[in-house]
């Protein structure tokens, strides 16, 4: 009899505002938030319970591969670390014995690209051993579960927003406190209003990608220093948040360009690697054919950008940054969190 597959599904997430405030110890000391939106690109995990002592890791879109015996822990070093951290917190935390297992992974984005891809991978080969172990969780203790594996366990350097996008999707403003404490706060926006901010935020592919992990953990130190350009910065990308959104609630679209771009002169602000010649580059050619404003995504220095582009001027826009190189992907809002299934 052929070995049942379960499947598991995240969304990436576009982070529309205050990115960089869930970083401690900022929000430790002062609170964070952020406002951000699931989208329709994915991390997806297919997992095989095997009766042999067997470990197989497989990261298709990386063209990744190893077999390892079932033993715990196993070793925490690439290829597939992430995968690995996984394994060993599920048998830590909840078999308490090593098990065959073939766990199966993909992304629809490259890596470093600033969409949470690590993190949503993490939700998403958790969500399968969820659905096969039948683990009792729910989405604060799945989320919370990623963040550990990913921060903890592994020590890789980075905020709390993206486990807890990809585990509740949709569009939410998410509070961080002192002591691992997270209130997401799901947003109840009209249809048309979220249809037309769809239709104008342009998410852009600069052909490069880069590791995170440098650039957090140089805002870290700025921070913890007191650094208070960086703090200021901060406290001021915490203000955009809120003011993102109430312009979202309120239908007040077209004002979201004008938040990105308040945003984005204060991010630039949080650490060196954060903007580059060409992501200057990207930034102004975007600005000079239509849009009214955007950010870089995630941590900075590569990876996607957005682009709040009012009216009919995306197609402009659109076309001003092909020329550099880059490519836009087509995307939509979706309300969906992580989805687990047997196949």
Same mark, same amino acid.
């Given at each position: 009899?052929?070995?049942?597959?379960?499947?598991?599904?995240?969304?990436?997430?576009?982070?529309?505002?205050?990115?960089?405030?869930?970083?401690?110890?900022?929000?430790?000391?002062?609170?964070?938030?952020?406002?951000?939106?699931?989208?329709?690109? +994915?991390?997806?995990?297919?997992?095989?319970?095997?009766?042999?002592?067997?470990?197989?890791?497989?990261?298709? &879109? /990386?063209?990744?591969?190893?077999?390892?015996?079932?033993?715990?822990?196993?070793?925490?070093?690439?290829?597939?670390?992430?995968?690995?951290?996984?394994?060993?917190?599920?048998?830590?935390?909840? *078999?308490?014995?090593?098990?065959?297992?073939?766990?199966?992974?993909?992304?629809?984005?490259?890596?470093?690209?600033?969409?949470?891809?690590?993190? *949503?991978?993490?939700?998403?080969?958790?969500?399968?051993?969820?659905?096969?172990?039948?683990?009792?969780?729910?989405?604060?203790?799945?989320? %919370?579960?990623?963040?550990?594996?990913?921060?903890?366990?592994?020590?890789?350097?980075?905020?709390?927003?993206?486990?807890?996008?990809?585990?509740?999707?949709?569009?939410?403003?998410?509070?961080? +406190?002192?002591?691992?404490?997270?209130?997401?706060?799901?947003?109840?926006? /009209?249809?048309?209003?979220?249809?037309?901010?769809?239709?104008?935020?342009?998410?852009?592919?600069?052909?490069?990608?880069?590791?995170?992990?440098?650039?957090?953990?140089?805002?870290?130190?700025?921070?913890?220093?007191?650094?208070?350009?960086?703090?200021?910065?901060?406290?001021?990308? /915490?203000?955009?948040?809120?003011?993102?959104?109430?312009?979202?609630?309120?239908?007040?679209?077209?004002?979201?360009?004008?938040?990105?771009?308040? $945003?984005?002169?204060? /991010?630039?602000?949080?650490?060196?690697?954060?903007?580059?010649?060409?992501?200057?580059?990207?930034?102004? *050619?975007?600005?000079? $054919?239509?849009?009214?404003?955007?950010?870089?995504?995630?941590?900075?220095?590569?990876?996607?950008?957005?682009?709040?582009?009012?009216? &009919? *001027?995306?197609?402009?826009?659109?076309?001003?940054?092909?020329?550099?190189?880059?490519?836009?992907?087509?995307?939509?809002?979706? %309300?969906?969190?992580?989805?687990?299934?047997?196949?």
């Amino acid at each position: 009899m052929q070995a049942k597959l379960y499947r598991s599904r995240a969304p990436l997430r576009i982070g529309l505002s205050g990115g960089g405030t869930d970083v401690s110890p900022y929000c430790d000391l002062y609170g964070g938030a952020v406002l951000n939106a699931a989208i329709s690109l +994915y991390a997806h995990a297919s997992l095989k319970l095997l009766p042999e002592p067997i470990v197989r890791l497989e990261a298709r &879109d /990386k063209k990744q591969k190893v077999e390892l015996p079932a033993i715990y822990p196993l070793p925490l070093e690439e290829p597939l670390f992430l995968l690995r951290g996984v394994y060993n917190r599920i048998v830590r935390d909840f *078999t308490q014995q090593p098990f065959g297992a073939h766990l199966t992974t993909s992304v629809d984005v490259p890596p470093g690209s600033g969409l949470g891809t690590s993190s *949503t991978l993490v939700v998403a080969a958790v969500g399968a051993f969820v659905e096969a172990l039948s683990l009792p969780l729910g989405e604060y203790e799945i989320a %919370r579960l990623a963040y550990e594996i990913e921060r903890i366990d592994l020590k890789q350097a980075g905020g709390r927003q993206d486990q807890y996008a990809a585990t509740f999707g949709g569009v939410n403003f998410m509070e961080f +406190y002192a002591e691992e404490r997270v209130i997401v706060n799901p947003l109840r926006i /009209k249809p048309e209003y979220l249809y037309e901010l769809e239709n104008n935020l342009l998410l852009y592919y600069t052909a490069t990608s880069r590791f995170s992990s440098a650039i957090i953990e140089a805002q870290k130190e700025r921070i913890a220093q007191g650094a208070q350009e960086s703090l200021e910065a901060t406290h001021r990308l /915490k203000e955009e948040a809120f003011r993102m959104k109430e312009a979202l609630l309120k239908g007040r679209i077209n004002e979201i360009g004008e938040i990105l771009h308040t $945003a984005f002169q204060y /991010k630039r602000k949080l650490a060196e690697g954060i903007s580059t010649p060409f992501i200057e580059e990207v930034y102004e *050619t975007a600005r000079k $054919a239509g849009a009214t404003g955007g950010k870089i995504s995630g941590a900075g220095g590569g990876g996607f950008m957005i682009f709040y582009c009012p009216g &009919d *001027t995306r197609y402009d826009v659109e076309e001003a940054l092909t020329s550099l190189g880059g490519r836009v992907f087509p995307y939509q809002f979706v %309300r969906h969190g992580l989805l687990t299934w047997v196949a």
